[in-house]
């Protein structure tokens, strides 16, 4: 069967994802857009919907692109894979543990393919790295030491209210949790210190304690003037050495959409990027904003 996507909201991450379709010959059939008439130059021939039934009510679209503020992403991701219809979702996969637990479970029931576009997974050099590390370059991963600084987001108030992205840890940080996930496992323990100001991206240092003994720490960092460079680093530290990803981003979504698409043509899992793996990166996410507020170290529960 032919495939053809529903891309829903139509900002910065909706252009990028149907940028990344464009890119592996799959057309935009629809862009949903409530409020105005979508403008996505790699889709110019997609129809406009106000609302996700109409387009799923068109038997054409079989993905749907999910790119709309977080508190959406849940009853959006449901919605299409109860329709039958394969799903990419951005990340945070959800705002509340609550609702990112329900779009598991939507997940297990659907016949749908779905999954959280953690995008960093699909960078270059992280992809790299995770070989590397896969293939004994480090021996055990003991400790992982990861940077994410950027300038500050322009053009986009819903970020910069806590109740709708969650803050910076949990909307930009979250990138960093989930790679450390990858390495060290499932987190006991969190503690994040935010430096005094207010904003979106105020820096915060985060510590996540493993099962196993292992250690991460995050500096997250997205405040700085306009026209700073983007800057990721990260490090994993192992029983036997130490590697780095390099900083290559490549056409990461590209990358991801056609891994995504691989997997729904074969009827396969996602299992570079599951959607447990989203629901504890946000798990992790969620206690460092908690943790950052209080002033108390998270322990979570097994």
């Not at 900002?11 to 409530?34: C, D, L, T, Y």
């Not at 503020?69 to 849940?74: G, I, R, V």
């Not at 493993?210 to 250690?215: D, I, K, M, N, R």
């Not at 997205?222 to 290559?248: C, H, I, K, M, N």
């Amino acid at each position: 069967m032919t495939e053809a996507v529903a891309v829903v909201g139509t900002g910065r991450m909706g252009r990028a994802h149907a940028a990344a379709w464009a890119a592996n010959g799959v057309p935009v059939r629809w862009a949903v857009s409530p409020r105005r008439r979508a403008e996505l130059p790699d889709a110019p021939d997609a129809r406009w919907a106000t609302r996700l039934d109409e387009a799923l009510d068109d038997p054409a679209v079989t993905i749907v692109s999910v790119c709309t503020p977080t508190p959406s992403h849940a009853d959006l991701a449901i919605r299409a894979l109860d329709a039958g219809r394969h799903v990419l979702l951005e990340k945070p996969i959800a705002l509340t543990l609550e609702d990112a637990e329900r779009v598991e479970a939507a997940a297990a029931r659907s016949t749908g393919t779905v999954m959280v576009a953690h995008v960093v997974r699909f960078f270059p050099g992280y992809a790299a790295l995770a070989e590397r590390v896969a293939a004994g370059s480090v021996g055990r991963p003991r400790v992982v030491r990861a940077s994410r600084i950027s300038s500050a987001p322009v053009g986009y108030d819903w970020l910069e209210d806590d109740s709708r992205s969650g803050g910076m840890l949990v909307d930009f940080a979250i990138h960093d949790f989930d790679q450390a996930a990858a390495y060290l496992g499932r987190a006991v323990a969190v503690t994040s210190v935010a430096l005094a100001g207010t904003g979106f991206g105020v820096p915060a240092a985060t510590t996540i304690e493993y099962e196993g003994g292992g250690v991460a720490q995050v500096l997250s960092a997205s405040d700085l003037p306009e026209g700073q460079p983007f800057r990721t680093a990260f490090e994993v530290v192992g029983d036997a050495g130490v590697d780095a990803a390099e900083p290559d981003a490549g056409d990461a979504f590209a990358a991801q959409t056609r891994y995504f698409l691989d997997c729904v043509t074969a009827g396969a899992p996602t299992t570079r990027a599951p959607v447990s793996s989203a629901v504890e990166a946000l798990r992790v996410a969620l206690a460092a904003r908690e943790s950052a507020v209080t002033g108390r170290r998270i322990p979570l529960p097994g």
